[in-house]
């Protein structure tokens, strides 16, 4: 382990103190709202994954309590929220575990995000280990345009990568997006040319659910207002979703980063 990569311990502090675990900035009333939304199916909330049956609110509240670590009371509807940082750490293990088999194999592998003013701290490092450990990092679909709805208008975006991380941009900005169209569009891109899909793909949002749809290993991350993945992981069709709040400012990132790279042998 380098000296600058922490404990389990030091790490689990860490997460509580930057507040990617333990108390969040995100509120119980948010989080509960879009519980019901993904319940009503929005594509917004779905992230690309269809489920094995209908869920309703309560279930997926029971869901997210044991797999994210937010309160598991159905009768408190607002104030502040948890993610458990004892199940990060577990989440983080088993990623590091599919990301050292991908290095031992030369996997091809795809790495996005939808998160570039947060996670992005996350998936570089994790490109470039990949890269470095004689993975075939993919960029599919480089300049793929589409249009989503924001706040009732539609935008343009494109896919962009930024050292071998696939995003979406618009104009001379990196976009916040849940859509699971790019991925989906890098998929069919990849089929269109004879080329088998990825072996793995780490990413969150609609990149990793339209990923895992399809079939794929993947390493989400997901914040405790964002259900899709881990019923997705309830359902089996994603490994491994790391709870984490999933929008505090990059450098507070770092240390997880390291330590799962540290963990992987990266």
Not at 46 to 73: H, I, K, N, Q
Not at 158 to 164: P, V, W
Request: proline share 6%; aromatic share 4%; net charge negative.
């Amino acid at each position: 382990m380098s000296p600058s990569t922490l404990t389990d311990r030091e790490l689990r502090e860490q997460l509580c103190a930057s507040g990617i675990a333990g108390a969040v900035a995100t509120p119980r009333e948010i989080n509960l709202r879009s519980y019901r939304r993904f319940c009503e199916g929005g594509a917004y909330h779905s992230f690309g994954l269809t489920t094995s049956r209908r869920w309703t609110p309560d279930e997926v509240l029971e869901v997210m309590a044991r797999r994210c670590g937010v309160d598991p009371d159905p009768n408190r509807i607002s104030g502040p929220d948890t993610i458990d940082a004892d199940r990060t750490l577990a989440e983080l293990a088993a990623a590091a575990g599919l990301l050292r088999s991908a290095a031992a194999a030369g996997h091809r592998v795809l790495v996005a995000t939808g998160h570039p003013s947060g996670l992005l701290a996350v998936h570089l490092p994790i490109a470039l280990a990949l890269r470095r450990a004689g993975c075939e990092v993919l960029l599919p679909a480089a300049g793929w345009r589409y249009e989503e709805r924001l706040h009732a208008e539609l935008v343009s975006r494109e896919i962009r990568y930024l050292c071998d991380v696939a995003m979406v941009a618009s104009r001379g900005e990196l976009n916040h997006t849940h859509s699971a169209r790019p991925m989906q569009a890098m998929l069919a891109e990849l089929e269109a040319f004879g080329q088998p899909p990825p072996d793995l793909v780490v990413g969150d949002h609609g990149w990793a659910g339209a990923a895992a749809e399809a079939g794929a290993r993947v390493v989400g991350f997901a914040d405790s207002n964002d259900p899709a993945l881990f019923i997705g992981q309830e359902d089996g069709k994603v490994e491994v979703v790391v709870p984490l709040d999933d929008n505090v400012a990059p450098h507070l990132y770092v240390p997880l980063a390291k330590h799962l790279l540290a963990a992987a042998g990266l």
